[in-house]
């Protein structure tokens, strides 16, 4: 123990005064009189016992009441573990991550809880100390150091960002040597990252922010279907909801709005530590760029309530025939379609091999010898650019195919049609294709002209087994040529969708529905783009990121700071090219978190790591003051000497 003011033990003199009032009683004798002395000895020596006896405990309770209240004005303290004149560099760490909207406890948010532990050392460290407040938006006032009324401002001006750092990302944003950092977070563990050495001339101090263990319910992810979103065709949103929480969700409403009208509303039941999955089927009318907004309400943690989807339909593909012949042919008439299709058809003597790059579906259709120069063209199409489907001539040169078909293709026999066996209902190529899935469904008939051997996930097959029509990846193989006397599958009902199906897997344009604030780089295609303007991306804000062109596409260096979740159009000068569609990592609504003493841990574990056990900004203010200011006993003092007084007082009133 230790003294703040000694010089009061000075005091201690007035000890004396009771022990002097003791000794010389200056009380005044009372005369008794008494009828018979007879018993007056024996009367006399049992009061005198008595009466000493309490004088001696009245003196005892007199010096402790005067002791105490002299050591109260003396100050005393256990002294503080830490010392205040080594912190004069202060770094601030405030996690002001989506997560720390959550309860804390008291109906306060740990954030809010969080901004008063830090507002807590700022008043306890003296006026000279100097600070640097760093939060997960890296703002430029987090490069340097501040006052203590700076930073003080700062805090007031915080608010909830959509970024989340780790650990490592922290610390090399520090940079700094023998500086003392106070790290204020909620210590989530899916954002921490992996372990870090924090620098040993650091002293570390974590201070955990205690969630409430409440539910939460948050999109994981969403797709469609049909992945291929082409104009006219019906399509449905698969939804994917996880629940993280230890309770089950009942009567969850979930609401899709698109263009903002709400589109679709369903109610769902989810399980703890689980996953459910919903459809929303999509209106065929729907054209172009659509924002699509799924929602709903799970509180008391709503910050990811919202999932943000970009629906953007192509309007028409592009699809380029090489053919053998001037004359019309089922291709051209499949493809007619103005509104769907930019269609084009050459022969193969009159092609102009810089078309290629701005088809997203070549057919070859009906050449017997396709000649070097074609298939180098063909080959670096297939390598850079869309799909191509190969419909062989009625007498095919299979040396000639090979050269852009990497198969054991061989001469089939002559045979005649037979009716293709049914098709696999699982195939991506037939989704939303058929009303009822049935066995029932009449087949087209074909006679093969060429066989590359078995096939199992062929899209469709004769009922021998052999394929009729394989896929290997965006490159589609026929066996027939689409010509009467070898097939009518240009005349049967299938063929149409199909066809249209093929074409759509060679979409240049297709953007993920929605990116992640992760995401650090975006391409998109740059064939419509002239001149050298930049592409700009306009949402909440407008944003010009470092881009830089590569093989026909605009790669994209997208500021992490800057973009927020939400929708984003595409612009190039006046020119709207597309829209995008951020949304919050996913790991953000994980809201487990790593205990103190695991988060010390993955810092390295080292000595100059210390905990805050605080629960509350009351505790934490207690332990802080404890740490460096010592622990005060005048309080204790104080009641001690009112404890002797009320002893003396009662001793005096009581003790006959």
């Given at each position: 123990m230790?003294?703040?003011?000694p010089?009061?033990?000075?005091?201690?003199?007035?000890?004396?005064?009771?022990?002097?009032?003791?000794?010389?009683?200056?009380?005044?004798?009372t005369?008794?009189y008494?009828?018979n002395?007879?018993f007056?000895k024996?009367?006399?020596?049992?009061t005198?016992?008595?009466?000493?006896?309490k004088?001696?405990?009245?003196?005892?309770s007199?010096l402790?009441?005067?002791?105490?209240?002299?050591?109260?004005f003396?100050?005393?303290?256990?002294?503080?573990?830490?010392?205040?004149?080594?912190q004069?560099?202060?770094?601030?760490?405030?996690d002001?991550?989506?997560s720390m909207?959550?309860p804390?406890?008291?109906?306060k948010?740990?954030l809010?809880?969080?901004i008063?532990?830090?507002?807590?050392?700022?008043?306890?460290?003296?006026?000279n100390?100097r600070y640097r407040?760093?939060?997960?938006?890296f703002?430029?006032?987090?490069?340097?150091?501040?006052?203590k009324?700076?930073?003080g401002?700062?805090?007031?001006?915080?608010?909830l960002?959509?970024?989340?750092r780790?650990?490592s990302?922290?610390t090399?944003?520090?940079?700094?040597?023998?500086?003392?950092?106070?790290w204020?977070?909620?210590?989530?563990?899916?954002?921490?990252?992996?372990?870090?050495?924090?620098d040993?001339?650091?002293?570390?101090?974590?201070?955990?922010?205690?969630?409430?263990?409440n539910?939460?319910?948050?999109i994981?992810?969403?797709?469609?279907?049909?992945?291929?979103?082409?104009?006219?065709e019906?399509?449905?949103?698969k939804?994917?909801?996880?629940?993280?929480g230890?309770?089950?969700?009942?009567?969850l409403?979930?609401?899709?709005?698109?263009?903002?009208?709400?589109?679709?509303?369903?109610?769902?039941?989810?399980?703890?530590?689980?996953?459910?999955?919903i459809p929303?089927?999509?209106?065929s009318?729907?054209k172009?760029?659509?924002?699509?907004v799924?929602?709903?309400?799970?509180?008391?943690?709503s910050?990811?309530?919202?999932?943000?989807?970009a629906?953007?339909?192509?309007?028409?593909l592009g699809?380029?025939?090489?053919k053998s012949?001037?004359?019309?042919?089922?291709?051209?008439?499949?493809?007619?379609?103005?509104?769907?299709?930019?269609?084009?058809?050459f022969?193969a003597?009159?092609l102009n091999?810089?078309?290629l790059?701005?088809?997203?579906?070549v057919?070859?259709?009906g050449?017997?010898k396709?000649?070097?120069?074609?298939?180098?063209?063909?080959n670096?199409?297939?390598?850079?650019?869309?799909?191509?489907?190969?419909?062989?001539?009625t007498?095919?040169?299979?040396?000639?195919y090979?050269q852009?078909?990497?198969?054991?293709?061989?001469k089939?026999?002559?045979s005649?049609q037979?009716?293709?066996?049914?098709?696999?209902?699982?195939?991506p190529?037939?989704?939303?294709v058929?009303?009822?899935?049935?066995?029932?469904i009449a087949?087209?008939h074909?006679?093969?002209?060429i066989e590359?051997?078995?096939?199992?996930?062929?899209?469709?097959?004769?009922?021998?087994?052999?394929?009729?029509?394989?896929?290997f990846?965006?490159?589609?193989?026929m066996a027939?040529p689409?010509?009467?006397?070898f097939?009518d599958?240009?005349?049967?009902?299938?063929?149409?969708?199909?066809m249209?199906?093929?074409a759509?897997?060679?979409?240049?344009?297709?953007?993920?529905?929605?990116?992640?604030?992760?995401?650090?780089?975006?391409?998109?295609?740059?064939?419509?783009?002239i001149?050298?303007d930049?592409?700009?991306l306009?949402?909440?804000?407008?944003?010009?990121?470092?881009?830089?062109?590569n093989n026909?596409?605009?790669?994209?260096?997208?500021?992490?700071?800057?973009?927020?979740?939400?929708?984003?159009r595409?612009?190039n000068?006046?020119d709207?090219?597309?829209?995008l569609?951020?949304?919050l990592?996913?790991?953000?609504?994980?809201?487990?978190q790593?205990?103190?003493?695991?988060?010390?841990?993955?810092?390295?574990?080292?000595?100059n790591?210390?905990?805050?056990?605080?629960s509350?900004?009351?505790?934490?203010?207690?332990?802080?003051?404890?740490?460096?200011?010592?622990?005060?006993?005048?309080?204790?003092?104080?009641?001690?000497?009112?404890?002797?007084?009320?002893?003396?007082?009662?001793?005096?009133r009581?003790l006959?």
């Amino acid at each position: 123990m230790s003294l703040g003011y000694p010089s009061f033990l000075w005091a201690l003199l007035v000890l004396a005064i009771p022990i002097l009032i003791h000794l010389f009683n200056f009380r005044k004798t009372t005369r008794v009189y008494f009828s018979n002395t007879r018993f007056l000895k024996q009367v006399k020596e049992e009061t005198t016992k008595k009466r000493k006896l309490k004088q001696y405990l009245v003196l005892l309770s007199r010096l402790l009441f005067l002791f105490f209240l002299v050591l109260a004005f003396c100050q005393p303290f256990l002294p503080a573990k830490e010392q205040m004149a080594d912190q004069q560099n202060i770094v601030i760490y405030l996690d002001n991550s989506l997560s720390m909207s959550s309860p804390a406890g008291e109906k306060k948010r740990a954030l809010d809880e969080a901004i008063q532990m830090a507002q807590n050392i700022l008043d306890l460290f003296p006026a000279n100390t100097r600070y640097r407040l760093i939060t997960n938006d890296f703002a430029p006032f987090s490069n340097s150091y501040k006052s203590k009324e700076e930073v003080g401002d700062l805090l007031s001006q915080i608010k909830l960002s959509a970024i989340s750092r780790s650990a490592s990302e922290i610390t090399r944003r520090i940079n700094d040597k023998h500086i003392t950092l106070f790290w204020l977070s909620d210590f989530q563990q899916s954002t921490f990252g992996p372990p870090v050495n924090v620098d040993s001339t650091w002293q570390v101090r974590l201070v955990a922010t205690e969630l409430e263990a409440n539910p939460n319910v948050f999109i994981d992810s969403v797709y469609l279907e049909n992945p291929f979103a082409i104009t006219g065709e019906r399509n449905t949103m698969k939804v994917r909801l996880r629940n993280v929480g230890r309770k089950k969700i009942e009567g969850l409403v979930t609401k899709l709005t698109i263009n903002q009208v709400q589109a679709a509303s369903t109610s769902v039941n989810i399980e703890p530590n689980s996953f459910t999955e919903i459809p929303f089927d999509l209106a065929s009318g729907l054209k172009a760029s659509n924002t699509g907004v799924i929602s709903f309400s799970d509180f008391p943690v709503s910050f990811d309530n919202e999932f943000f989807v970009a629906l953007n339909f192509t309007g028409r593909l592009g699809v380029l025939e090489i053919k053998s012949a001037a004359a019309p042919t089922y291709v051209e008439k499949v493809f007619g379609n103005k509104d769907l299709f930019a269609f084009r058809s050459f022969t193969a003597s009159n092609l102009n091999y810089s078309l290629l790059a701005s088809a997203d579906l070549v057919v070859i259709n009906g050449i017997d010898k396709i000649e070097g120069p074609l298939a180098e063209a063909i080959n670096s199409y297939k390598t850079n650019y869309g799909a191509l489907l190969l419909v062989p001539g009625t007498k095919p040169e299979v040396g000639s195919y090979q050269q852009i078909m990497t198969l054991p293709l061989t001469k089939a026999a002559p045979s005649e049609q037979t009716e293709l066996d049914k098709p696999d209902f699982q195939n991506p190529i037939f989704y939303h294709v058929f009303e009822e899935k049935t066995a029932t469904i009449a087949m087209p008939h074909a006679s093969p002209v060429i066989e590359w051997g078995a096939d199992r996930s062929a899209v469709f097959k004769f009922k021998n087994n052999k394929p009729f029509l394989s896929q290997f990846g965006k490159t589609f193989l026929m066996a027939s040529p689409l010509e009467k006397g070898f097939t009518d599958f240009y005349n049967h009902a299938l063929f149409v969708p199909v066809m249209y199906r093929i074409a759509a897997q060679g979409k240049k344009s297709e953007q993920p529905l929605y990116y992640s604030l992760t995401t650090t780089t975006l391409t998109l295609p740059s064939d419509s783009l002239i001149g050298e303007d930049p592409l700009r991306l306009i949402g909440a804000q407008e944003i010009v990121p470092s881009q830089r062109k590569n093989n026909g596409a605009v790669v994209m260096e997208l500021p992490k700071d800057e973009v927020s979740a939400g929708f984003y159009r595409v612009t190039n000068k006046k020119d709207t090219l597309g829209l995008l569609a951020f949304d919050l990592d996913k790991n953000e609504s994980l809201l487990t978190q790593l205990t103190p003493e695991a988060a010390k841990t993955n810092l390295g574990g080292k000595n100059n790591i210390s905990l805050f056990k605080a629960s509350s900004v009351e505790a934490f203010s207690t332990e802080i003051k404890e740490r460096y200011l010592g622990t005060p006993l005048w309080k204790y003092a104080i009641v001690l000497s009112l404890l002797f007084l009320l002893a003396e007082v009662l001793l005096i009133r009581f003790l006959k």
